[in-house]
């Protein structure tokens, strides 16, 4: 499925935060997962990676001009308050942060200090039981919404994990076909990155659905990964598996597509202050080269050797002044829009 | 007519695939052998591997930081691709065309070149080599980006005809200048930054750049070539039509593909010194890629049909290289039907085990035969196995042990329990010497009775245990 014309708009860039880091703390991100921003503007980023670099998954802060602040996590494993495969984070409204593991099948709560507090959920079957838990969003009254992907559901639950009810399974006719990301808007309805199905779903807060977007017309997603939602009701989907950042009108129209256009970071810009060997011969590069056909038709191979495009954007999120960020688990960076 | 017999299509799954269950060979002992060998050949079913949830679930997969997660993911498709043969023909490739992550420190295009494989593998040689001579894996891996007109690097070019395609004593040193000249120019995009970052092993500012081929023709030497005999416009193309055309090619194929798929042979530098084992079988694929346009599909069919092929006194006559150990143990258990991190581990123990795959020793690759199982290696093959069968919970040994109560009713004397385990673990089948071991190892606790309890099951276990420590099953 590819991306069809959608511009009754235009995204700013603003910048781009981040870094490659593949070791075990610091600055940095390795395959980052999700994001949150706290009201001060600071960024929590879930790092994700695989085993083989275990030691580097962790939370990460930093403060919009990218000044490195603090990171934090107990460690891989199952044990209290680890990780294994960490997939989204939200914060409450409490300043508390709720962070997703799909292989713990959990909900692991920190605060904003970096302070493990407690966990939640376990793997299987029953409805109040996870089978893969990914996305994440937690309404105003502090209840928690969770893609569940292998029921192919909504779970929600209170903000202390007692159940509430589960949704999504056929309220259109297409039942949710192992959701990932979970937005919310200021009305609190919740949005689901309906992965498998190509669609973005949107719900009432008790479950009750409401609208499908990027079925046809001027919208069409493939494998869409995180959606967000601004305070004027424009939509922000990741659509994965073109590699873009898609912007809908609050009515669901295309507003604008994005690429992405990185720029060096500050942390990057550091990095290559300090290896002017490389900066030399870089400067020469072209960074967005044309590419043969064999390449130019996949989005994925594209942005594997466009460095500034987006690769591997897997979540997006918006903070308290309509800011954008995209979180690129490929490229190890957010890069970060507004609406024009 | 069709031979139905389990054993022979044990034989064909374990060297065209990674093995198979008693169950499937049962489905496909069903069909027939030649019916087999149409589903091994027929790619355009689906091969049930799902590249999207691969990306979603491992990151280091999508995007190549390092090799570990290409590793697992590779696997994972050994394990659980129905087009078996697909998997096996791309790691028979990418022994031949070996290129590792040593020297390009760039995982992303490896994975290209792999899928390259994977996608043209049965398709005609001379394509499968310019499709080669163009892959920014191998252009970086032998230098070509250092090949220029007026100034040539013959690595490439060498290994083009010593390593990849005809094999020493065929050409001359001149023929490899030519060779070389003609693949001037070819090199890849931003190349002083890729090979910059290659040699820094540089994953900053924002992990790996992939690479993509590029042609500069004011870097290519355009003089006409001299090449094993012809004149042509120099052109990569041409050298590669050229070599495709020579029986040594067709030869040095042919004798890869015995010695990879039928029994194993010395490696490739005593090629020159030592015949082949079977002369009349390399004779037969030379006439079958001769005949069918260099195709690599027409030759493997022959090779499956071919009694040559079907003879018992060839079953258990390769070692199995490491990859194929522990695919075909974990095929067997049935434990990783899906995506789970501890697939990493299992990937890592084909590393430990001698074949870190997309980083052989060297652009020679690995020797197979009986350098997979020195002393060390053969112990971790072992250990691996036991591990992995000692476990009674896992689906697969869950399975095979109730095929085996299922055969035997519970009952067993100790020489229906070797039977029926040997049976049950893909029709193997081993020495009378092996079989008196194992009997004699059975006798101590008498006969078995599996009567839903524990011990009974973890007898049965046992054995399968032991039966992977056989010479027979650690060969194919």
Sequence with gaps: MTATAAKLGTLEYIKTIGVTNNGDNGRGFANPYSIAIDSSGNSYVINRCDPVRARAIRASVQDFDENFLFEFSEGYGSGPGQFVLPVAVAFSGDDELYITDEHNNRVVVYDAKGKFLTQWGQGGSEPHEFDGPAGIAIDSSGNVYVADQGSNSIKKFTSTGEHVSNFGSDEDGRGLNQPWGVGIDDGDNIYVADWRNDLVKKFGSDGTYLETYGGGGDVRFNRPSGVAVDSEGYIYVTDWGNERLCVLTPDGLGYADERGRATLSKWAIDYFSSNPDETTVRDKANLIPDLPPEYSNDPYHVSSQTEPYFWGPVAVTVDNEDRVYVVESNRHRIQIYKRS | ?476
């Design chain 2, 1 to 476: 007519m069709e031979t139905k017999n389990v054993e022979l299509i044990a034989h064909l799954m374990r060297r065209a695939g990674f093995g198979a269950t008693r169950t499937e060979l049962e489905e496909l002992a069903a069909q027939g052998y030649e019916a087999t060998i149409d589903w091994l050949f027929n790619t355009e079913k689906d091969d049930g591997i799902e590249i999207d949830l691969a990306r979603r679930y491992h990151p280091d997969y999508s995007g190549g930081l390092g090799m570990a997660g290409f590793n697992a993911f590779w696997l994972h498709r050994m394990i659980n691709s129905q087009t078996p043969l697909v998997e096996k023909t791309t790691l028979f490739w990418h022994g031949v065309f070996a290129t590792g992550y040593a020297k390009l420190a760039q995982g992303r295009v490896l994975m290209d070149q792999i899928e390259m494989f994977r996608e043209h593998g049965f398709g005609d040689l001379p394509n499968l080599l310019v499709k080669l001579s163009k892959e920014p894996s191998m252009i970086l891996w032998l230098d070509n980006n250092d090949n220029h007109s007026g100034a040539i690097n013959e690595n490439y070019g060498r290994e083009l005809l010593e390593l990849f395609s005809m094999g020493v004593g065929n050409y001359t040193e001149d023929d490899v200048k030519e060779a070389s000249r003609a693949f001037t120019g070819w090199t890849v995009a931003n190349t002083d930054y890729m090979t910059m970052k290659a040699r820094n092993d540089s994953l900053w500012p924002y992990g790996r750049l992939n690479l993509h081929f590029e042609f500069r023709e004011n870097d290519h030497d355009q003089l006409e070539i001299d090449f094993l005999g012809h004149r042509d416009k120099s052109a990569g193309e041409s050298v590669v039509d050229i070599i495709c055309q020579q029986e040594a090619t067709a030869i040095f194929i042919a004798r890869h593909m015995y010695s990879f798929f039928v029994a194993d042979e010395p490696p490739v530098p005593s090629w020159p010194y030592t015949p082949p084992r079977d002369p009349k079988a390399i004779e037969m694929l030379v006439e079958a890629y001769f005949e069918n346009g260099y195709q690599i599909k027409p030759m493997l069919q022959r090779l499956f049909q071919a009694d040559f092929f079907k003879d018992e006194t060839v079953w258990y006559e390769k070692v199995k290289s490491p990859s194929e150990v522990v695919a075909g143990v974990l095929r067997l258990t049935g434990e990783y039907d899906d995506y789970d991190p501890a697939m990493n581990a299992e990937a890592g123990s084909v590393g430990v085990m001698g074949q870190s795959l997309v980083n052989p020793p060297s652009v020679e690759g690995w020797h197979w035969g009986d350098e997979w199982i020195d002393t060390g290696n053969l112990v971790e093959r072992v250990n691996f196995a036991s591990s992995h069968f000692n476990d009674v919970t896992k689906p697969g040994v869950r399975q095979m042990i109730d095929g085996f109560v299922l055969s035997t009713g519970g009952h067993a004397s100790p020489e229906r329990l070797v039977e029926v385990c040997l049976d049950q673990m893909g029709a193997v089948q081993i020495s009378h010497e092996s079989q008196g071991h194992l009997v004699a190892h059975a006798a101590r606790d008498g006969s078995l009775e599996v009567n839903g309890e524990d011990a009974g099951r973890r007898r049965v276990a046992e054995m399968f245990q032991l039966i992977a420590a056989t010479p027979e099953f650690q060969k194919g």
